[in-house]
């Protein structure tokens, strides 16, 4: 009996390790493909006009928030869903009456902690509070240094560039919302300016690789054909 329950703990554990090391597989682009850490430049030094000027700005975003803006940054903090489109596309995106699309996209996402973490963790670059701090951060915080790129902003842009192949007839709003994404993540102060401009870089990069990637396209089809179907659009389009 002891024999048997020790090899079914061994079993048991072992299955549990396959399935968090095939979690963290990637999707649709591998790290060693998108190369964050070598395509991206350096952070700005801590002690560089330039992140002082950051962290100035930060201040005065921080100064000058609104309840709203306050409120929305709270919102998209803890949403990196493909759904923090809903402002673009209306009330019935969700993914409870898009299930394919809701897939699909979380699918997309998952591939940019993966993609981000070589150049977070090669960079190193402390997070604006608590490099200053006299900075009032409204949103999670960490300890990590992990500043550089912005985790959010990519997923931000990435879903963007995904839904921008899905509704290309949307595309400036969908982009304007990505941008909203992103600036909320100075609203929250918990990035600095050229975090964002970082993750843009990146999500670019990994979503034209994705773009030739037959899982990709393969997945996409059916994904872009619920979305459009919804929005009363042609799906030959």
């Known amino acids: 009996m002891h024999r048997f329950f020790v090899c079914a703990l061994a079993i048991g554990l072992s299955l549990t390790i396959a399935a968090q090391a095939e979690a963290k597989d990637a999707a649709f682009v591998t790290p060693e493909a998108s190369k964050a850490f070598l395509i991206l430049p350096a952070p700005p030094a801590d002690d560089s006009d330039v992140t002082k000027s950051e962290l100035a700005e930060l201040h005065r975003i921080a100064a000058t928030r609104t309840p709203a803006e306050t409120a929305q940054a709270k919102e998209d903090d803890v949403n ?13 995106f969700t993914p409870e ?33 608590n490099l200053d701090k006299t900075l009032t951060p409204i949103c999670k915080t960490t300890t990590k240094d992990n500043s550089y790129p912005s985790g959010h902003t990519t997923s931000g842009y990435l879903l963007a560039l ?16 990505a941008d909203n994404y992103g600036h909320d993540r100075l609203v929250c102060g918990v990035h600095y300016p050229s975090d964002l401009v970082a993750s843009r870089l990146v999500a670019y990069t990994m979503h034209a690789l994705m773009s030739v990637n037959p899982d990709y396209i393969r997945e996409l089809a059916p994904a872009r054909a619920e979305l459009r179907q919804s929005l009363g659009l042609s799906v030959a389009n």
């Open 80 to 92: 990196e869903t493909i759904f923090l489109f809903k402002t673009v596309f209306g009330d019935g």
């Open 97 to 129: 009456k898009l299930p394919v699309t809701a897939a699909f996209g979380k699918r997309v996402k998952g591939d940019e902690g993966i993609n981000t973490a070589p150049a977070k963790d090669g960079f190193h670059r402390i997070r604006p509070y």
């Open 162 to 177: 995904t839904l921008i192949d899905m509704v290309p007839e949307q595309r400036e709003a969908i982009l304007a919302r």
